[in-house]
Structure formats: structure tokens, C-alpha cells
């Protein structure tokens, strides 16, 4: 089965650090590019950042660049997104999606993982 | 930013009635790669989002045929020929063809 399983969210102060993983299974994991996209509880869908497949190009919405890294480790099959210097409005659901280059969307999804920033 | 504007906000519909979502934006979505990446999402209650429909019009595996994508350039339509229970939720669109990637606010849709 086709699956993707973030974890690592929790509740942080603002000023701290966070760092997201995505496990990926049941796909060639070395062969897609992968996202981040939050969701603030009731609110929309803001896309956070992408990664190419080998992990050499990376791309970031302004709300997050210089704070947020993203990374993979394809021997892993796994996503990250270290986040730092975390505001309150970050706070969100935070889901990892895969690029299908065939369907021209996002054909995967994880279940997502709440981060918190509150002090 | 490219700004999709989606209305209605809220849908209520009777169960075997249609229903109709506009996305709209004022930037071609038009890929230099002749390509239109316009997708849509449909999140119900406690689930991830979930790919419908993309490039406007083509059915991801699995998604019935009630659901249908229509439109070209700057103005797009998300149609569901008879709404069925499970179609409670929240509708996204989605471009992907300028960066960043934008959603509309989404469209939540309650059966009558």
C-alpha cells in the first residue's frame, strides 16, 4: 500500500525547534518529489515547501524561508522539515503530499502531524 | 501570489440534487509546458485532503463518475452530478502551476 506517515509534531515554545519526519512506504520513494502543506485547525490549505527527489533543489513559501529546511533521506524513505525560530502562527496541521509528474497533482497524502507553538 | 477564488464558501444540497464549485483567478494557470495544473481536493471531516480531479478535468483512480472538472485559463468549475452522503466535506482547488503553489479557501458542502 501506497502510504506516507508524518510524526514528530508536538506542542514547542516560540523561539524553538521542531524537526517533522515523513516515512514513506509502498513506493519508489528516490523517485518523487515530495511537499509540505499545513492547515491551520478549520482554516485552509497553505502549501509550506517542496523537495526534488534527490534532494538537491528545495523551494519555500516566504512564511517559512530562512526558518524551515527541508530534506530527505532516500535510503530512508523519509522527509523532514526542520522548523526553527517557530512562531504562534505556525501552529497547524502539517502534511507531507507526493508530486505525481504523471497526474500533474498531488496524488498522496499523509495523515498529518499537529504542531503547536505556545507558550 | 496567484489567488484562487472559490466560491460558493458553503454549499447546502439535497442528497440526488447537483452541486457546482468556481475557482477562479486572475493569472493564466496555462503551463509554459502547455499544461493547465489545476487540481482538485476534496477533504472530509478528520481526513487528509484527497486528489479528485487534476489538470482540470481527468479523475484520479478511484473517484467516481459523478464528479466532473471543467474550464480553461483563468476560470475553472467543479461539478457533482448527485450528491451523495458521502460527499459531505471540504473542496479545494489547487494550482500548481506558479510558485508558490495556492488553494482556494475551500467549499464546505452539507447535505440537506
Known amino acids: 500500500e501506497v502510504q506516507l506517515v508524518e510524526s514528530g509534531g508536538g506542542l514547542v515554545q516560540p523561539g524553538g525547534s521542531l524537526r517533522l519526519s515523513c516515512a514513506a512506504s509502498?513506493?519508489?520513494?528516490?523517485?518523487?518529489?515530495l511537499h509540505w502543506v499545513r492547515q491551520v485547525p478549520g482554516k485552509g490549505l497553505l502549501w509550506v515547501s517542496r523537495i526534488n527527489d534527490d534532494g538537491s533543489s528545495t523551494t519555500y513559501a516566504d512564511s517559512v524561508k530562512g526558518r524551515f529546511t527541508v530534506s530527505r533521506d532516500n535510503a530512508k524513505n523519509t522527509l523532514y522539515l526542520q522548523m526553527n525560530s517557530l512562531r504562534a502562527e505556525d501552529t497547524a496541521v502539517y502534511y507531507c503530499a507526493r508530486w505525481s509528474d504523471y497526474y500533474g497533482g498531488m496524488d498522496v497524502w499523509g495523515q498529518g502531524t499537529t504542531v503547536t507553538v505556545s507558550s | 501570489d496567484i489567488v484562487m477564488t472559490q466560491t460558493p464558501l458553503s454549499s447546502v444540497v439535497t442528497l440526488g440534487q447537483p452541486a457546482s464549485i468556481s475557482c477562479k483567478t486572475r493569472q493564466s494557470l496555462v503551463h509554459s509546458d502547455g499544461n493547465t495544473y489545476l487540481s482538485w481536493l476534496q477533504q472530509r471531516p478528520g481526513q487528509p485532503p484527497r486528489l479528485l480531479i487534476y489538470k482540470i478535468s481527468n479523475h484520479f483512480s478511484g473517484v467516481p463518475d459523478r464528479f466532473s472538472g471543467s474550464g480553461a485559463g483563468t476560470d475553472f468549475t467543479l461539478k457533482i452530478s448527485r450528491v451523495e452522503a458521502e460527499d459531505v466535506g471540504v473542496y479545494y482547488c489547487m494550482q500548481a502551476t506558479h510558485f508558490p503553489y495556492t488553494f482556494g479557501r475551500g467549499t464546505k458542502l452539507e447535505i440537506k
Open positions: 509502498g513506493f519508489t520513494f528516490s523517485s518523487y518529489w
